[in-house]
């Protein structure tokens, strides 16, 4: 006898519900599985965030691009160490020892100063360093970009830039960030 | 009579046609519904943007979750009327009441003045403040949440930070990221 | 005689893999074709990255929309080329052409220098001026909406902002983005 029931099919309400099921697992969804970052600040401190959040993307099984821009291209230099400093001027934010007005932060050696205090407060709470952060990225298959036009505007060359870092421009971030549901500028 | 036609269900151009009106619609893709913020700056006026983005998300009905990080973590602490300052410095874009040269803005006294002015300027447009932006977002159940590993970095407990904020690393962040359409790094 | 088989119609299995090859089609998904940014710094340098991403993506096919806001309102502002500055203070990895100690940086007639090596960088190496960017945004029919709550508190109004500027709030900016894959805050 003929079941009419399983004969008509799914109905577009058992569509409807599949699709929002669909949606609702990350992993099912492939922009779930995508993270674009842009990394455009070249201070000490600014390094941090977008390799942070690109290498523990990818260690929970996404795939993460990091895109360097304007002054972001210092951080992914073969000579990033000497490159990244970090300056207390401007910021009123960030910690100091002691209280300083404005005007002190801005003698000769308060820069270097205040990169040392954060590199030792890094290191004295076993944070990973720059350099370590790179090397997980590179091992974590990250894809670090260095862009294109800031390189020209610079003149910087694809050698100066460390081993394994891809070159492109703004429609390479975007052809990634519109599949991927976390897109960051820091 | 046996209705072919209607027995046959669903064809594959129905259900294509099914998910592009379901993802169309905002409201239905759970990723719609869903806002993920970082909050990484810890002056007065960045401390505005991600409050007032993430209040606005919550009334009109989306689950938002806001990730205090770095000097960021200033906004959510007990003494987060003390800690937010604005600097002129650096920021030739901060209207001021006259044009001054950098130099003047590094002058000792011209950052509480700024702090000052700009809490005036708010005052006087009938901004919510600071703690109401807070209040309002606990009220909405705006998640607010600490970076552990900044905590740990510049020494903060736990009691240092208002009540009902939660605690959590990168990880966290982008288990809510991954599956929200607004995520943004202030 | 009755074919069973396509009388079933699709199963649930067929309709989850539709799903995904649906959604693995940025071009298919809406939210792949639309891109909300939010550009709040007002210097010469922060004000490129917002036009450029939002020309290229508009370029490429999608709908773009950028909300300025705070600072960020200088850049559409009718006397944009003589309010959009760049501050060498506070930023140690802006490339100069000697290094200088911060100090230096901070004192009187640096700003403009500043100023002028970028705009002749970016000239030299035939990138897009502010005013070319933003006339190629409206050829592109990207849309730029000026923040209203940042218009009310600097004391802005509607006739301070270039021809086909929208206005709009944090909810405008929000009804967009939730809708959208890239969302970035610069």
């Not at 308060?110 to 990225?137: C, D, N, Y």
Request: hydrophobic fraction near 45%; aromatic fraction near 8%.
């Amino acid at each position: 006898m003929l079941d009419e029931e399983k004969l008509a099919g799914l109905t577009e309400d058992d569509v409807r519900r599949i699709v929002r099921e669909e949606l609702a697992d990350p992993k099912r969804d492939p922009a779930g599985k995508k993270a674009a970052i842009i990394a455009s600040k070249g201070t000490l401190d600014w390094a941090y965030p977008p390799l942070i959040l690109a290498t523990t993307a990818a260690a929970s099984g996404m795939e993460a691009h990091v895109f360097f821009t304007f002054y972001g291209l210092n951080i992914i230099r073969r000579d990033f160490e000497r490159k990244l400093k970090v300056s207390p001027i401007g910021n009123p934010a960030m910690p100091m020892p002691v209280p300083m007005p404005n005007l002190v932060t801005a003698l000769p050696g308060m820069g270097p100063m205040a990169t040392r205090m954060m590199k030792s407060m890094f290191a004295g709470k076993h944070v990973a360093t720059i350099r370590e952060l790179l090397e997980s990225a590179q091992e974590l298959d990250v894809h670090l970009i260095a862009c294109q036009m800031t390189m020209d505007v610079f003149g910087y060359g694809e050698d100066d830039f460390l081993d394994g870092v891809e070159f492109g421009g703004a429609a390479a971030f975007l052809s990634q960030a519109r599949r991927a549901h976390v897109t960051l500028f820091v």
